[in-house]
Nanobody
Framework: QVQPVESGGGLVQPGGSLRLTCAAT????????MAWYFQPPGKQRTWIAD???????NYLDSVKGRFTVSRDNARNTMYFEMTSLKFDDMGVYYC?????????WGRGTQVIVSS
């Protein structure tokens, strides 16, 4: 059973930065696909970025140029470098991973953008 665990969320001022981490524990093989989802308060969870095992990334337009996805395949770990954070970036960030057979959700990490 694979269990993604997010970390790195917290309180940040507008214009600040954070680095989120998603560690997929309990996996005996490399996670082929990893993605970040975002759920603002009172809204639906939305895909915002992903990366495959070859390092190919995709981004939602609203975060492109500000957020960067990377991964360490050897550690089944994904990172999310977030810069120039805005009030609209506030919410819960979820990690989704797949081993090519099943998908697994993390519990989320909260990002609060406040002055």
């Amino acid at each position: 059973q694979v269990q993604p665990v997010e970390s790195g969320g917290g309180l940040v001022q507008p214009g600040g930065s954070l680095r989120l981490t998603c560690a997929a524990t309990g996996s005996s093989r490399t996670i082929t696909y990893m993605a970040w989802y975002f759920q603002p308060p009172g809204k639906q969870r939305t895909w915002i970025a992903d990366i495959n095992s070859d390092g190919i990334t995709n981004y939602l337009d609203s975060v492109k140029g500000r957020f960067t996805v990377s991964r360490d395949n050897a550690r089944n770990t994904m990172y999310f470098e977030m810069t120039s954070l805005k009030f609209d970036d506030m919410g819960v960030y979820y990690c989704f991973v797949s081993d090519g057979r099943e998908g697994y959700w993390g519990r989320g990490t909260q990002v609060i953008v406040s002055s």
